[in-house]
């Protein structure tokens, strides 16, 4: 069964500490991405990587890292450095080959509370 | 950078009737994609529709449709004989065709389905 699953579904982390959230794909997708969401607002860009061993910034990239050694995988680690990491996390993934390369398809996501 | 407007954060609607969200965005492109995702209870985005911007043709999946003004920046979403498992939070969404891969959301609408 064809997805993008994200691992845990809740997480709690005590101030401080670095925490990674895992996102696989079996979608053979080339792209993935890193949402966060807020209360009452939408989702907004972390990190994203169009190819493996390659990953660019969104417009809230900080305190927040990422890798990609394989294509399947795309984990987030929410640093110490990250001020405010309570939230809603949202990994996606698009095909970026194909009849239709725009449209991005999202994981369950993970709710990260900072204690 | 591009905007995304969702100026109703809450709309009702009785079963099996007919209802209309509105969204719009700031742009200077000329090619781009939109979509509207619902987000359920359990906060995964499913994509309900999406639109190519070079299209004039408005976009329909089964019992929702578009009406996309490309000159008035305007993209609504219309839920026709909506049902209760409708119920959601809608973002509409807007993504340029090629190089920043984001999707910019706007901050959604709460649909809710009275019996």
């Known amino acids: 069964d064809g997805g993008i699953t994200q691992s845990p579904k809740y997480l709690f982390r005590k101030e401080g500490q670095n925490v990674t959230l895992s996102c696989e794909q079996n979608?053979?997708?080339?792209?993935m991405y890193w949402y966060r969401q807020d209360p009452g607002q939408g989702l907004r860009l972390i990190y994203y990587?169009?190819?493996?061993?390659?990953?660019q910034k969104g417009d809230i990239a900080e305190g927040y890292s990422v890798s990609r050694e394989k294509k399947e995988s795309f984990p987030l680690t929410v640093t110490s450095a990250q001020k405010n990491p309570t939230a809603f996390y949202l990994c996606?993934?698009?095909?970026?080959?194909?009849?239709?390369?725009?449209?991005?398809?999202f994981g369950p996501g993970t709710r990260l509370t900072v204690l | 950078a591009q905007t995304v407007t969702q100026s109703q954060p809450e709309m009702s609607v009785q079963e099996a009737e007919t209802v209309t969200l509105s969204c719009t965005y700031d742009?200077?492109?000329?090619?781009?994609?939109l979509f509207w995702y619902k987000q359920p209870p359990s906060r995964q985005m499913i994509l309900v529709i999406r639109?190519?911007?070079?299209?004039?043709q408005n976009a329909t999946e089964n019992r929702f449709s578009v009406n996309f003004q490309k000159a008035a920046k305007s993209f609504s979403l219309k839920i026709s004989d909506s049902q209760l498992g409708d119920a959601a939070m809608y973002f509409c969404?807007?993504?340029?065709?090629?190089?920043?891969?984001?999707?910019?959301f706007g901050t959604g609408t709460r649909l809710t389905i009275i019996p």
């Open positions: 996606a993934s698009r095909n970026s080959r194909g009849r239709v390369t725009d449209t991005q398809y």
């Open positions: 639109q190519e911007a070079y299209k004039q």
């Open positions: 742009t200077s492109e000329s090619d781009y994609y």
């Open positions: 979608l053979n997708h080339d792209a």
């Open positions: 969404a807007y993504r340029s065709p090629e190089g920043n891969e984001k999707l910019t």
């Open positions: 990587s169009q190819i493996v061993n390659d990953f």
